[in-house]
């Protein structure tokens, strides 16, 4: 079942770290990546991940993060949904970063559990 | 007809009077407030009439087994008591209200050892003392102390000729002259009556220092003692009369005269000069003075009564009358009964520094149930010059009684009131304020501190920096409660020493919960008034979230090392730091449902809470390092 992604084009560029838009972040991001390759697999990209948030690198995170749903755009149209998202979300600022980061992951941590 | 049940006013006066009333009553008759209230239902006019007079004055007489005997006689006949209420009054009055103070009232007039004692300026006997035969007896007693003083005799010790004088002194242990001279060949001893009783004392037990009196000289000391005797019965007999007050006949001169005679040695502390009080009045004008306090016939009041009621001198601009009670005797009929009674509604700090104290809260029940433990617990205080202390034990008097009465009205409107002491540390005669310290709390504490698991929780010490911090004392004071669990939490970590799970935990709940209602706007609305109703449910909300993941990150990991890394974090406010510390360990766990319980609350409560993070954060912490003291127990964690 596909999930209702609010537009958010429509909103103000503050309100794009609301909680709203981080819990659709994590939820399709927990449907995309959550259950995609091995335990190995997800660990090492949740790891590398959780490296670029430290490093606040935005544009490595972006790369990765990426690169894994590019694996999973073919059938997987929650992916395409995250890829939207993600395009308004990381125009945002340093804390929002962040914030939409830490939730993409903990998505991808939740094991494609929601 | 029936009484009023007693309710305060809402001022605080007026309201220490109606409690001193409630702790006389209890004080003498043992009545607690629900008997008192039951009583003034039921025969209003024997309470006021009849019992509280003689409460009144009992309280002001001598403690002692006759007079206690008095009392028991009096309550009977009251209790009996058929008939108009000031007919009761009277019975009351000049049958045992005169009895209770007859030794204070011999005493007081035997004191006086010269007649220079009893004459005004212009050479005249005051009117207290006025009484021919009195006059006559002290006379002779002073002429025959002076003439044994006077006479001479050879030293014991070293055959000089010495006065008598200076072996009374040493009888008596004194050291300065018992004989003074006023000029003009006038003598006057300065015997007073205690010295005069060791005398006594001696002449009875035939000291050594006694025999070595010169005969002439024992002898006179001897007459002037049987003169005493016979002063003293005298005094004694003239009192008896009172009883039937006859003797005070009509509104002649000499019934007034007798009158001032038969005073009432009453005095207080708190009320100086106040009608029945005030030096100038008789017998008879005490009597009618308070009989009209008891009718409400005394229509203003003012600095005589109390200091802290307004005078001309000190509010020139707002009192051009007298200040009217009418209008306040409408609403509370006993209201003079009650102002004489202020003082007895305060407590008496027996140590250093603390003059009378008042808790008070506009709730006659629970002011009065606080006070009660208040004054049992100060009873036992000494040698602490520390007033947050007095701040502490009055919390634990008011935390005692919210176990029993839940009134989050009275725990917004309570003061602590503090009048001086002198250097000595007597309370000194004028009624002067110390402090008065507003101790209510905002209605939305006061919701949460009704809760009893919650108070309970906060009801503890825990260990910071070395000392022992009173956390629900925190909480009271409106500080917030972060910084403490903060230190705490410190302290465990850095000296291995216990963290108190349950208290930290509710601590940070509570935190948590006043930060977000913080942010709430709307005053007046609906959600500002249902605030602190829900703010209990909050608390306990976020209590139970932060338990049990506590309880899931401890058993999600089993690496102690990152909890200062992770402290840190939070001690400096990097959200970023944290969660990313967090996460990386988690990603390892072994258990792999709790860290997935873990990772939702850092998802619901710290990632997207910009209000209070830290506290969930520092819950987490408390998890990892914790389980020293109060740990909780298995059953709250999520198994």
């Not at chain 2, 809402?10 to 003498?28: C, H, K, Q, S, T």
């Not at chain 2, 000029?183 to 006694?210: P, R």
């Amino acid at each position: 079942m596909s999930a209702r992604v609010k537009n958010p084009k429509n909103k103000e560029f503050g309100k794009l770290s609301s909680s709203e838009l981080l819990r659709d972040l994590q939820r399709l991001s927990s449907r995309a990546l959550g259950k995609a390759g091995s335990d190995n697999y997800r660990q090492k990209l949740v790891f590398d991940l959780l490296n670029a948030v430290k490093a606040n690198d935005q544009n490595r995170f972006f790369w990765i993060l990426l690169r894994a749903l590019n694996a999973q755009v073919k059938d997987n149209s929650d992916a395409k949904r995250l890829a939207n998202l993600l395009g308004e979300a990381f125009l945002s600022s340093e804390a929002n970063f962040e914030k939409v980061a830490y939730s993409v992951i903990l998505g991808i941590m939740s094991g494609g559990e929601r | 007809m029936g009484g009023e049940e007693l309710r305060f006013t809402g001022n605080w006066f007026i309201d220490a009077g109606i409690l001193g009333f409630v702790n006389l009553m209890e004080e003498v008759y043992g009545w607690d407030l629900e008997e008192l209230q039951k009583r003034i239902k039921e025969e209003p006019e024997k309470v006021y009439y009849g019992y509280f007079p003689l409460a009144y004055f009992y309280n002001l007489s001598a403690k002692s087994d006759e007079n206690r005997n008095t009392l028991l006689e009096a309550m009977k006949e009251v209790e009996g008591f058929k008939g108009d209420k000031h007919k009761l009054l009277e019975l009351v009055w000049w049958r045992y209200i005169t009895r209770l103070f007859k030794d204070k009232w011999v005493r007081s007039k035997l004191e006086k050892m010269r007649k220079r004692d009893i004459i005004n300026n212009q050479g005249k006997i005051r009117d207290p003392y006025s009484d021919s035969k009195y006059v006559k007896l002290l006379e002779k007693r002073e002429h025959l102390i002076k003439a044994a003083l006077l006479m001479e005799t050879k030293d014991p010790n070293s055959s000089e000729n010495i006065k008598c004088e200076v072996l009374v002194k040493r009888i008596i242990g004194k050291r300065g002259e018992l004989i003074e001279k006023k000029g003009a060949g006038d003598i006057e001893h300065k015997l007073s009556l205690e010295d005069f009783e060791k005398l006594i004392k001696n002449s009875h037990e035939k000291s050594k220092l006694w025999e070595e009196l010169p005969k002439e000289c024992k002898n006179k000391i001897n007459k002037a003692i049987e003169v005493h005797y016979e002063l003293e019965q005298y005094l004694r007999e003239r009192w008896r009369h009172i009883a039937s007050n006859s003797v005070l006949g009509d509104n002649t001169k000499e019934s007034k005269k007798l009158s001032k005679f038969f005073r009432l040695p009453i005095d207080s502390s708190f009320y100086h000069n106040y009608l029945f009080f005030n030096q100038s009045k008789g017998i008879k004008e005490q009597f009618n003075a308070f009989k009209n306090i008891l009718d409400g016939k005394v229509r203003k009041i003012s600095k005589d009564l109390s200091k802290f009621l307004p005078s001309d001198n000190e509010f020139p601009n707002i009192l051009y009358t007298t200040f009217d009670i009418s209008q306040l005797q409408e609403q509370i009929p006993n209201l003079l009964a009650y102002l004489i009674c202020v003082d007895v509604g305060m407590i008496d700090v027996n140590y250093h520094n603390a003059g009378k104290i008042l808790f008070y809260s506009p709730d006659l029940e629970f002011c009065y149930e606080t006070n009660r433990k208040l004054r049992e617990w100060t009873k036992s205080l000494r040698e602490s010059n520390n007033s947050r202390f007095i701040f502490k034990v009055t919390w634990w008097a008011i935390i005692d009684m919210m176990t029993e009465k839940k009134s989050s009205y009275s725990l917004e409107n309570m003061y602590l009131i503090q009048l001086y002491r002198d250097e000595k540390g007597r309370i000194i005669n004028n009624q002067a304020f110390a402090k008065v310290e507003y101790i209510g709390i905002p209605k939305l504490h006061a919701s949460i501190l009704l809760d009893d698991q919650i108070r309970e929780a906060l009801n503890t010490s825990l260990s910071v920096n070395g000392s022992n911090i009173w956390l629900l004392g925190r909480f009271l004071r409106q500080k917030p409660l972060y910084p403490l669990i903060l230190k705490h939490v410190r302290n465990g970590i850095k000296d291995s020493g216990p963290i108190r799970w349950r208290a930290s935990l509710y601590a940070l709940a509570i935190d948590a919960k006043l930060r977000s209602i913080g942010r709430d706007s709307g005053l007046f609305g609906n959600f500002f008034f249902e605030r602190p109703a829900r703010a209990v449910a909050g608390v306990k909300e976020y209590y139970h979230d932060m338990n049990q993941n506590a309880w899931n990150v401890r058993k999600a990991i089993g690496d102690k090392n990152i909890i200062y890394p992770l402290f840190s974090a939070v001690r400096r406010h990097h959200r970023n730091a944290f969660v990313n510390i967090l996460l990386k360990t988690l990603l390892q766990a072994n258990n792999k449902e709790s860290a997935s319980r873990v990772n939702s609350y850092i998802f619901r409560r710290i990632l997207t809470n910009d209000e209070s993070w830290e506290d969930f954060a520092l819950a987490l912490v408390v998890g990892l390092a914790g389980g020293g003291a109060d740990v909780g127990s298995s059953e709250e964690s999520e198994e």
